[in-house]
């Protein structure tokens, strides 16, 4: 078993396998951000009718040093084992391990079968950031850009907004930067009797990193759900 087990492609194929499931079928790696795009993917495969229910999400196992080794002399990990986002203190990331999955249909549908409904996914968006400042340095215009997309998508003013779950992973570079690019585009149009809350939930569980996006997501339809 250790080719078919030590493929990555081959994890989607084994749960579709398990499950008997025949819809499309596939791994995202695009790091952090990677069980994000798969709820953009399966969300786009619902509407093109590819599949009446996506299971979307990911997870995250540390088996190895390597990485960990790698990250720490590249100073991206906090000395405390602790992410502090948006803290003075903030000084990186620590790793944690985690499997988050979410399943999604067509709101048309749920509702017809009287499923139990948590959270509407309204709309969603993915960018790169191109050619900037470094490989692994955030980007505050192509932030920007795809938060203006996403809420295009979702029709959804920025004003209406009244909570970000943001990656927040507690770094001191990529911290302002993203809460500079939020202010940027939801801050233009806001009054003082409108606030906009923000959180990262690497400050609870850590950066589960793959399935980080969505873990975050869960974490805010709780919120909604226990507003």
């Not at 920007?144 to 779950?165: I, T």
């Not at 003082?192 to 809350?197: K, V």
Request: glycine share 12%.
């Amino acid at each position: 078993y250790t080719g078919s087990g030590n493929s990555l492609g081959i994890v989607a194929g084994r749960l579709s396998y398990v499950l008997g499931l025949h819809g499309p079928s596939l791994v995202i790696d695009t790091a952090c951000s990677s069980s994000l795009v798969a709820v953009h993917l399966a969300c786009m495969s619902l509407r093109a009718g590819e599949c009446s229910v996506a299971l979307a999400g990911g997870a995250n196992l540390i088996l190895s040093p390597e990485s960990n080794v790698a990250l720490s002399k590249a100073h991206m990990m906090a000395r405390d084992g602790r992410c502090k986002t948006f803290d003075e203190a903030a000084d990186g990331y620590v790793r944690s391990e985690g499997c988050c999955i979410i399943v999604l249909k067509r709101l048309s549908d749920a509702v017809s079968v009287g499923d139990r409904i948590l959270a509407v996914v309204r709309g969603s968006a993915v960018n790169h950031d191109g050619r900037s400042g470094g490989l692994t340095a955030p980007n505050g215009p192509a932030q920007a850009a795809v938060m203006r997309k996403a809420l295009k998508a979702a029709g959804v003013n920025a004003s209406e907004v009244g909570y970000v779950e943001t990656h927040g992973t507690g770094t001191a570079l990529g911290d302002p930067i993203e809460v500079e690019t939020l202010v940027a585009v939801m801050g233009s149009e806001r009054s003082p009797e409108n606030p906009l809350a923000i959180g990262s939930v690497k400050t609870n569980i850590g950066h589960t990193e793959a399935a980080s996006g969505v873990a975050g997501l869960m974490k805010t339809v709780l919120a909604l759900r226990h507003h």
